[in-house]
């Protein structure tokens, strides 16, 4: 009921950026929160960056200070920034979104997934 699309994924070398876009769409929802996962090959899903509605942030360790987060809640997009890209950020990258589409209960959407790959 709510979509989730990404892209902005591509080959870059260490050390440049890329931005990753993300826009959910469907019937009426509201977003609570949204953010940015990634999964490399044989490992799990792990968070990446998350932004609420409220204007909260959260990043992993691994990303401080090199990504960026943003969301736009009138449009329903969220931006990941990513710079000072290094080998171990290659993954698929995937957006979430936390949406309740009134009267319901909020739930997990998950994009598709947009590969990002760092060459050394």
């Known amino acids: 009921q709510v979509q989730v699309v990404e892209s902005g994924g591509g080959l870059v070398q260490a050390g440049g950026s890329l931005r990753l876009s993300c826009a959910a769409s469907?019937?009426?929802?509201?977003?609570?929160?949204m953010g940015w996962y990634r999964q490399a090959p044989g490992k799990q899903r792990e968070l990446v960056a998350s932004a609420t509605s409220g204007g909260n942030t959260n990043y992993a360790d691994s990303v401080k200070g090199r990504f960026t987060i943003s969301m736009d809640n009138a449009k329903k997009t969220v931006l990941l920034q990513m710079n000072s890209l290094k080998p171990e950020d290659t993954a698929v990258y995937y957006c979430h979104a936390e949406a309740r589409i009134f009267p319901g209960r909020p739930a997990d959407y998950w994009g598709q997934g947009t590969q990002v790959t760092v060459s050394s």
């Open positions: 469907g019937s009426s929802f509201r977003i609570n929160a």
